[in-house]
């Protein structure tokens, strides 16, 4: 009617909203896209950049995409606000997989970040940069972490602690070694901050390399306390393991109880002594453990579980258990004699304190599995505390208890009153708490337990009320003098059920009922010849039962004990013929016990009421025949079948001539089924399945992946030396010396640092100009080799005296002079250093070697690049293609790599138009994730490949080369090409070689030098690897004179040729070692030089070698490039060529 | 919301989603909060799906608050109570920064709940969860921040440092703190737990209670707290803050306290003798109807005044209809069959009763379930287990300071049969 009005109200209203939430971001959240958002990312301003990641994270939040906008989000990277770092890092993460090219442009700006002041930043970089998933970026980070591991700020090291699983998770295996390395170092970290983190490292890198923590196992118990709380529960974990694994379970505790009870061996002393001690604990407690004959089985059982996990034991229980029991034994501690068990256990205890739930259960954990029997107790009240805290703790703690107090219900019998329900429980916690209450109830509880179970019957909730009478049953099953009390309170439980039963026919009434019954069943099971009144009063009620679960397991137990006591015979031919007239009514479960029961009772029968029961099992057959149901049907066929005998016999009139053995057999197995009465089991526990205390697994009730038992006993080898710290770190780097050199540059990079400078700055100075004059160009191959060394004139600068003093020796020679320069010339300069020559080659890195410089003439026509197949003939129709890099730069563009390709007719026919096209274009989309941002940079689209000229022929055994511009999208990946030809296609693929996405970058010692400095910290890389390619070419050398000399030359031969073939790169120069003995080349210095093709990025790697001629080499390779992505693989590359 | 481990993290209230976070690389769909939601649906409405669920593909961990769920889920081994005591602490602090927690809340403030968590934890591994330490990091929304953002447009909530706590030997601590004011208040918080079978017998009565400090004092502050009758304690749990040896040897709390509210301690006092108040409903059912009388009063007075005081109770399935008064308060019967009778203060010369008649469903000739009644009371001033604080030293501080000392009793799960 008002149409305005009804505006303003609704205006109002919204006003109104807004006052309160004002200043709040639920504008935002409510309408993320009112303003469009690509704008705001690009504004100058912070607020404006904060409030479109504002609206890009409402719109994560509700489940949108929104990473289209990812390019301009990366780019706010770099802002200064914090605020919007920390924005822009909660997209990043969420997004990288998905979008990982413009990830990576991220990288750098991470880089930046790590070297920032600030701790928080450093931290957050670390993080988020961690937290790109993607496997190129894993070499970068875990540089970065190993340096963050070494941060002055506790929450950086923290944080470099919590990177480390993410880096595992990205390179499964390679950095494995790398990466305990690091875990090793933060869980020797005095703030108890990062060892918290580096536990859950540990754990998830790990978590078997349990020797890791021989070294400081004391100190971390110690510090367990100080630990901030989630680390404390993993620790615990941990340390558990630990103790486990190096000394076995200890024999006082409870898990060993029953191996020592049993044992006659050997251990008899012990045996007797524990056998004593269980005992006795049970009187101190003055608990009469009904069933006791299972407790051990059952504590066996769990502590097998525990150690071999339930899957692996219980399918191979029963062949091993004897064998089993010795081993074990073989490998007990004590937890009283053993230091570090007692020390651990100390340790733990104050955390039952802790006011972290799962802190509680983890050090009650310890406690169940290591502590003395005695002391196990001590666990019970922080538990029963606990339950307290919150509904959701109370179930998983519940659940464990349950374990527990199955294992050993004198711990928590005396604490009934706190398994009490409370009408807030959850149903879950309310069945939990009557499992445990039927297991801990003793004769002295039990009275006490009733009346609160008598309070519960009369609860509403009738499914509660159900589990209430299957708890009293089997309370009663377990403590046999309360049966009868039980049995009169069921009874007349049943009694007022089918009576409410009767007028209203609720579900859960009949499951009371139901559950009723079954458990008066249970409960007359265990010992009938007392119980003949009450099956009798049951038989009664049949009449006003009516809820037919019930009515059959009282059918039931009529044909059960139809022949118990005086009265009930008497009772049956009545109670039979009723059960015939309201057969057809019944139900169909009724319906099948009242067959059975006809047919027990008329199988034992004896005298003039066979007859009568004959007749009426006849009778309910005949009824059966026609039932509608046909497993009612099936079931009359057979019994009729079955006691053909029987009913034979009961009219031999009818004159069947059946065979008598025949009949007997009948009989026999008529008998045997429904004669056999059933044993009385304890259905308590039927739960075979235990898991260690606290896990996942142990709720859920099966191994969820990554659960494992407890380690086997003596699986950690124990090494007293170990024990010594000073020993024990040394030893720790030895035997890790393999992985540290080759995997974790951070390391090495101090002692590798320093040594590389002092050869750096010996100061030679320029390069001669015959140096310049060998191009390193591969195509100079044709060039005459005049010599095979030539001397650079080296270090006339004599800026520090203690240099020229060294240098002095190599100052006089010239370069022709060098040049012609004979081997024995040289043999007998190098011997010329007699102060040098007496230094042992280990102070390498104290007194500043010299050296000389030198250039390789030759080392063209050493070079001889790779050549790889790319199609074979037998698969491409006799037609040979194989290819090798080659040095010459591509005309088209610097995204291009020349690959000179050969085609060879192996087949006996003319081939004809042969060429290559790109087959990539079809499948673009896949290769695109993996584009580097080489790419990215590219903003005019070249093509794959440079068409090549077509080859019309090739008669067979005729080669022809080509040269093939091909541009790679990555320089890992390979590009896949199409060869045509005769009008067939062949797939292949071109691997790249990352050597030649350089090209020689020609500059002298000094400007190498100077760049080089330009590009430290986060820009160097280092990685080792032995060599071992010179040994066989010295092996070959046969002229004894050359021997001295050649061995140097041929060191450096072999590597630059090794580095050359591989990489399109200059050599700068060669320094080699003059303060050496004949033999150790350590000290030998090769530089190359390159520049990245795609962005002329100079990248310069520098070879140091170290060791003796003839035996393997050490060669550390350092790498200095800006594009720390490329350099890095590339410097991976090179160690993989020259390992 | 989150995880430890391999997790990821949701904030979901009545079937939507509000908040999602992946911890770790591996995604994992958001259907599994479809999954979760049709699993409780399937149960009924008043079944509680259990905490910890194993689902096809995951497993939940799940907690409610105030109609919130926080869900967190794994896909391989971890300790489950680490996975709930995450969620719950998570909880905790968001109720803490947004002052409560209700979908409105946490929308309107789903920045900072981004940002928390982001701080809360770090690839499935809880990174910082004390409460001091994310406010220094994170500042909590208040009204001044607010209104600033309004006028100025570019505050942030982000902390620019690093708080020096997380340097230092006690993390819960700042280094360098200063006070105008030097004061510490101790209040001890008790809640009575009681269950009173259906013939009027006390089964069970235990006092759960807190120690919570609120401390703003300067410096590094070293605090002792002794009780006079700490053998009274059954059983007690306490702050990382507090030092184990002392309380083992003597019996004496010695910690440095964080700054400003924490509970220093929980503790139990097991099997009390009795309650401050009785609560004794009769019901008599006859001919299809039902009487019942409820009656209130002091039974052991406690000193001070009871006050707050509500009985609840459902009424049983087969009740059609009700008529209930009372002397004193009010009564209602909302439509899922509650009642709840608020008497609020117990007068002094009346004993409040409240009395009726239930209509029991036809053909019901009498009751044969019979409700359980929930009481809920507040006595201030007074700790009812008896639990009496003796002394607070305070060493390290320059001032003396101003200590304050207060009590309070209330009804935890206090239950009464009938």
Same mark, same amino acid.
């Given at each position: 009617m008002f149409p305005q009005f009804g505006a303003t109200a609704e205006s109002l209203s919204k006003a109104s909203t807004m006052v309160f939430r004002i200043g709040t971001d639920a504008h935002l959240y409510d309408d993320p896209e009112d303003v469009s958002i690509a704008p705001l990312l690009d504004s100058r301003f912070d607020s404006e950049k904060r409030e479109a990641l504002k609206r890009l994270l409402a719109l994560i939040a509700q489940g949108f995409d929104v990473s289209n906008f990812f390019p301009q989000v990366v780019k706010n990277v770099a802002s200064q606000s914090l605020e919007v770092k920390k924005l822009v890092y909660l997209y990043l993460l969420h997004y990288a997989e998905k979008r990982p090219n413009e990830a990576l442009l991220s990288i750098n700006c991470f880089q930046k970040d790590l070297s920032d002041p600030n701790p928080l930043v450093r931290a957050w970089a670390l993080r988020a940069m961690a937290g790109i998933r993607l496997h190129v970026v894993a070499p970068i980070v875990l540089v970065a972490v190993g340096k963050c591991a070494r941060d002055p700020s506790v929450y950086v090291r923290k944080c470099a602690a919590n990177a480390l699983p993410k880096l595992h998770d990205l390179h499964q295996e390679e950095n494995t070694s790398a990466l305990e390395e690091i875990v090793n170092m933060l869980l020797n970290d005095h703030s108890p901050g990062v060892v918290g983190a580096a536990a859950a490292a540990f754990n998830y890198i790990c978590p078997n390399n349990l020797s890791l923590l021989s070294r400081n196992f004391k100190r971390l118990c110690e510090t367990l306390p100080d630990i901030e709380e989630w680390g404390q529960i993993i620790l615990i974990g941990i340390l558990l393991r630990y103790v486990v694994a190096k000394y076995g379970l200890a024999k006082e505790s409870i898990m060993t109880s029953s191996y020592c009870t049993q044992s006659s061996g050997p251990e008899k002393h012990g045996?007797?002594?524990?056998?004593?001690?269980?005992?006795?604990?049970?009187?101190?407690?003055?608990?009469?453990?009904?069933?006791?004959?299972?407790?051990?089985?059952?504590?066996?059982?769990?502590?097998?579980?525990?150690?071999?996990?339930?899957?692996?034991?219980?399918?191979?229980?029963?062949?091993?258990?004897?064998?089993?029991?010795?081993?074990?034994?073989?490998?007990?501690?004590?937890?009283?004699?053993?230091?570090?068990?007692?020390?651990?256990?100390?340790?733990?205890?104050?955390?039952?304190?802790?006011?972290?739930?799962?802190?509680?259960?983890?050090?009650?954990?310890?406690?169940?599995?290591?502590?003395?029997?005695?002391?196990?107790?001590?666990?019970?009240?922080?538990?029963? @505390?606990?339950?307290?805290?919150?509904?959701?703790?109370?179930?998983?703690?519940?659940?464990?208890?349950?374990?527990?107090?199955?294992?050993?219900?004198?711990?928590?019998?005396?604490?009934?009153?706190?398994?009490?329900?409370?009408?807030?429980?959850?149903?879950?916690?309310?069945?939990?708490? @009557?499992?445990?209450?039927?297991?801990?109830?003793?004769?002295?509880?039990?009275?006490?337990?009733?009346?609160?179970?008598?309070?519960?019957?009369?609860?509403?909730?009738?499914? @509660?009320?159900?589990?209430?009478?299957?708890?009293?049953?089997?309370?009663?099953?377990?403590?046999?003098?309360?049966?009868?009390?039980?049995?009169?309170?069921?009874?007349?439980?049943?009694?007022?059920?089918?009576?409410?039963?009767?007028?209203?026919?609720?579900?859960?009434?009949?499951?009371?009922?139901?559950?009723?019954?079954?458990?008066?069943?249970?409960?007359?099971?265990?010992?009938?010849?007392?119980?003949?009144?009450?099956?009798?009063?049951?038989?009664?009620?049949?009449?006003?039962?009516?809820?037919?679960?019930?009515?059959?397991?009282?059918?039931?137990?009529?044909?059960?004990?139809?022949?118990?006591?005086?009265?009930?015979?008497?009772?049956?031919?009545?109670?039979?013929?009723?059960?015939?007239?309201?057969?057809?009514?019944?139900?169909?479960?009724?319906?099948?016990?009242?067959?059975?029961?006809?047919?027990?009772?008329?199988?034992?029968?004896?005298?003039?009421?066979?007859?009568? @029961?004959?007749?009426?099992?006849?009778?309910?057959?005949?009824?059966?025949?026609?039932?509608?149901?046909?497993?009612?049907?099936?079931?009359?066929?057979?019994?009729?079948?079955?006691?053909?005998?029987?009913?034979?016999?009961?009219?031999?009139?009818?004159?069947?001539?059946?065979?008598?053995?025949?009949?007997?057999?009948?009989?026999?197995?008529?008998?045997?089924?429904?004669?056999?009465?059933?044993?009385?089991?304890?259905?308590?526990?039927?739960?075979?399945?235990?898991?260690?205390?606290?896990?996942?697994?142990?709720?859920?009730?099966?191994?969820?992946?990554?659960?494992?038992?407890?380690?086997?006993?003596?699986?950690?080898?124990?090494?007293?030396?170990?024990?010594?710290?000073?020993?024990?770190?040394?030893?720790?780097?030895?035997?890790?010396?393999?992985?540290?050199?080759?995997?974790?540059?951070?390391?090495?990079?101090?002692?590798?640092?320093?040594?590389?400078?002092?050869?750096?700055?010996?100061?030679?100075?320029?390069?001669?100009?015959?140096?310049?004059?060998?191009?390193?160009?591969?195509?100079?191959?044709?060039?005459?080799?005049?010599?095979?060394?030539?001397?650079?004139?080296?270090?006339?600068?004599?800026?520090?005296?203690?240099?020229?003093?060294?240098?002095?020796?190599?100052?006089?020679?010239?370069?022709?002079?060098?040049?012609?320069?004979?081997?024995?010339?040289?043999?007998?300069?190098?011997?010329?250093?007699?102060?040098?020559?007496?230094?042992?080659?280990?102070?390498?890195?104290?007194?500043?070697?010299?050296?000389?410089?030198?250039?390789?003439?030759?080392?063209?026509?050493?070079?001889?690049?790779?050549?790889?197949?790319?199609?074979?003939?037998?698969?491409?129709?006799?037609?040979?293609?194989?290819?090798?890099?080659?040095?010459?730069?591509?005309?088209?563009?610097?995204?291009?790599?020349?690959?000179?390709?050969?085609?060879?007719?192996?087949?006996?026919?003319?081939?004809?138009?042969?060429?290559?096209?790109?087959?990539?274009?079809?499948?673009?989309?896949?290769?695109?994730?993996?584009?580097?941002?080489?790419?990215?940079?590219?903003?005019?689209?070249?093509?794959?490949?440079?068409?090549?000229?077509?080859?019309?022929?090739?008669?067979?055994?005729?080669?022809?080369?080509r040269i093939l511009q091909v541009r790679f999208h990555h320089h890992l990946l390979p590009v896949k090409l199409a060869i045509w030809c005769s009008d067939k296609k062949y797939s292949v693929k071109l691997r790249p070689e990352m050597g030649f996405f350089m090209k020689p970058l020609p500059m002298d010692v000094e400007a190498f030098k100077s760049k080089e400095s330009q590009l430290p910290g986060m820009f160097e890389y280092i990685r080792s690897c032995t060599f071992t390619d010179h040994i066989e070419e010295l092996n070959c050398e046969k002229d004894p004179s050359s021997l001295m000399k050649d061995k140097f030359l041929v060191v450096c031969q072999s590597l630059a040729s090794r580095m050359l073939s591989h990489a399109n790169l200059f050599l700068v120069s060669v320094d080699m070692p003059v303060a050496v003995n004949h033999d150790d080349v350590s000290g030998l210095c090769l530089r190359f030089s390159g520049e990245i093709l795609s962005n002329s990025i100079p990248c310069l790697i520098t070879i140091t070698v170290e060791g003796r001629c003839s035996e393997p080499l050490k060669i550390f390779a350092k790498m200095n490039c800006e594009e720390t992505m490329f350099g890095l693989n590339m410097l991976n590359r090179v160690i993989a060529f020259l390992s | 919301m989150g995880e430890a481990d391999q997790e990821t993290l949701y904030a979901t209230i009545c079937r939507e989603v509000m908040l999602e976070k992946q911890l770790t690389g591996h995604k994992v769909d958001r259907s599994i909060c479809a999954w979760f939601w049709e699993q409780s649906i399937s149960q009924g409405e008043f079944v509680k799906l259990p905490p910890v669920i194993a689902s096809p593909t995951h497993y939940l961990f799940q907690i409610v608050r105030e109609g919130i769920t926080f869900l967190a889920c794994t896909q391989v081994e971890m300790p489950p109570l680490m996975g709930i005591e995450f969620l719950s602490r998570v909880a905790d602090v968001l109720s803490d920064y947004l002052g409560g927690l209700n979908e409105d809340l946490i929308k309107d403030n789903f920045v900072i709940v981004y940002e928390l968590l982001d701080e809360m934890i770090d690839n499935g591994f809880p990174l910082t969860t004390e409460l001091n330490i994310l406010r220094e990091m994170i500042a909590p929304p208040n009204f001044v921040n607010k209104v600033l953002s309004v006028v100025t447009g570019n505050t942030s909530n982000v902390s620019n440092t690093l708080p020096g706590a997380t340097a230092s030997c006690v993390p819960w601590r700042t280094a360098d703190l200063k006070h105008a004011s030097n004061e510490v208040y101790v209040d001890l918080v008790e809640e009575i737990d009681a269950i009173i079978s259906r013939d009027g017998a006390l089964v069970k009565c235990d006092v759960y209670g807190e120690v919570q400090v609120n401390s703003s004092l300067s410096g590094l502050p070293d605090l002792t707290l002794s009780f006079a009758n700490p053998s009274v304690l059954n059983d007690a749990r306490f702050h990382p803050c507090v030092r184990f040896r002392p309380w083992e040897s003597h019996q004496i709390l010695s910690f440095v306290p964080p700054d400003g509210q924490f509970k220093l301690m929980t503790y139990r006092i097991k099997k009390l003798k009795n309650t401050p108040i009785y609560v004794k409903p009769q019901l008599s059912s006859d001919a299809g109807t039902c009487r019942i009388t409820v009656l209130v009063g002091i039974r052991n007075d406690p000193g001070k005044t009871i006050d707050s005081l509500m009985v609840h109770f459902q009424l049983p399935p087969c009740v059609t209809s009700a008529d209930l008064t009372s002397n004193h308060g009010t009564v209602n019967i909302l439509a899922n069959k509650t009642c709840s009778w608020s008497i609020g203060r117990i007068p002094k010369d009346k004993a409040p009763s409240m009395s009726g008649t239930l209509v029991l469903e036809a053909g019901l000739e009498r009751l044969h379930t019979f409700p359980t009644f929930k009481v809920d009371f507040k006595i201030m001033g007074v700790a009812l287990s008896g639990l009496q604080i003796d002394k607070l030293d305070i060493k390290n501080l320059p001032n003396r300071p101003y200590k304050g000392f207060r009590a309070l009793t209330q009804a935890g799960e206090y239950e009464v049969r009938s």
């Open positions: 045996g007797d002594f524990h056998d004593e001690a269980l005992k006795d604990s049970g009187d101190i407690q003055g608990i009469n453990i009904e069933g006791g004959a299972d407790l051990p089985k059952l504590i066996t059982l769990l502590s097998r579980c525990y150690t071999e996990g339930p899957d692996e034991y219980l399918s191979h229980s029963t062949c091993t258990s004897v064998s089993g029991n010795e081993l074990d034994r073989a490998s007990l501690t004590s937890s009283k004699d053993n230091d570090d068990v007692r020390i651990f256990l100390q340790c733990t205890s104050p955390l039952l304190w802790s006011h972290n739930s799962a802190v509680v259960l983890a050090a009650s954990g310890v406690h169940w599995i290591m502590a003395p029997k005695e002391d196990i107790k001590r666990i019970v009240k922080p538990l029963l @505390f606990v339950l307290r805290s919150s509904p959701d703790s109370k179930y998983v703690v519940l659940c464990n208890i349950q374990v527990f107090a199955k294992a050993m219900p004198s711990l928590f019998a005396p604490y009934a009153e706190d398994f009490f329900i409370n009408s807030s429980d959850s149903y879950q916690i309310k069945s939990l708490k @009557f499992e445990i209450l039927s297991t801990i109830a003793t004769d002295s509880s039990i009275s006490v337990i009733f009346q609160e179970f008598q309070d519960y019957i009369k609860d509403p909730d009738r499914r @509660f009320v159900a589990d209430t009478v299957a708890a009293i049953g089997l309370c009663a099953q377990r403590i046999r003098t309360v049966a009868n009390n039980c049995l009169e309170g069921l009874l007349s439980l049943v009694r007022q059920e089918s009576l409410v039963c009767d007028s209203t026919l609720l579900d859960g009434e009949a499951g009371v009922l139901a559950q009723a019954i079954m458990s008066v069943k249970a409960i007359i099971k265990q010992d009938p010849e007392n119980h003949e009144k009450v099956i009798i009063q049951l038989i009664r009620s049949l009449d006003s039962i009516k809820v037919p679960a019930a009515r059959a397991m009282i059918i039931w137990i009529v044909g059960e004990y139809n022949s118990l006591g005086q009265i009930i015979p008497r009772m049956l031919p009545t109670v039979l013929m009723y059960l015939a007239r309201c057969f057809t009514s019944e139900a169909l479960e009724t319906k099948h016990q009242i067959l059975s029961t006809a047919v027990k009772v008329m199988l034992f029968a004896q005298g003039e009421e066979l007859l009568t @029961f004959r007749e009426v099992l006849s009778y309910v057959l005949d009824l059966a025949k026609y039932d509608p149901d046909y497993d009612v049907r099936d079931r009359a066929r057979i019994f009729k079948k079955l006691l053909a005998g029987h009913m034979a016999s009961q009219g031999p009139m009818e004159g069947i001539p059946s065979q008598p053995q025949n009949t007997d057999l009948r009989t026999a197995l008529a008998e045997h089924i429904f004669g056999g009465k059933t044993k009385s089991t304890l259905s308590t526990s039927n739960n075979y399945r235990f898991y260690l205390p606290g896990s996942l697994s142990q709720i859920v009730l099966h191994a969820a992946p990554g659960y494992e038992p407890l380690p086997k006993p003596g699986s950690v080898v124990y090494d007293d030396s170990c024990r010594d710290m000073d020993t024990a770190l040394a030893g720790g780097r030895t035997t890790n010396s393999d992985s540290s050199g080759t995997n974790d540059p951070d390391t090495l990079s101090g002692s590798l640092n320093e040594e590389s400078t002092s050869n750096y700055s010996s100061g030679h100075s320029v390069a001669s100009s015959a140096e310049s004059e060998y191009s390193g160009s591969a195509s100079e191959v044709d060039e005459p080799a005049s010599s095979l060394i030539q001397f650079s004139e080296v270090g006339i600068s004599y800026s520090k005296p203690n240099e020229s003093a060294e240098g002095n020796g190599s100052t006089s020679i010239s370069d022709e002079l060098g040049g012609l320069m004979s081997k024995r010339a040289l043999e007998s300069w190098l011997d010329e250093q007699p102060g040098f020559s007496e230094c042992p080659p280990s102070k390498q890195g104290v007194v500043l070697p010299s050296s000389a410089r030198i250039s390789i003439r030759d080392i063209g026509n050493r070079v001889k690049p790779k050549t790889y197949a790319l199609l074979d003939p037998a698969n491409g129709n006799g037609l040979r293609v194989d290819y090798l890099f080659s040095s010459e730069i591509s005309s088209i563009s610097p995204m291009h790599i020349c690959v000179e390709t050969s085609f060879k007719n192996c087949s006996t026919e003319i081939l004809t138009k042969i060429c290559f096209t790109d087959e990539n274009q079809s499948s673009e989309s896949s290769n695109q994730a993996l584009e580097t941002d080489e790419s990215l940079s590219t903003s005019y689209d070249v093509p794959t490949v440079v068409p090549m000229e077509e080859i019309t022929s090739l008669v067979p055994g005729q080669t022809t080369r | -």
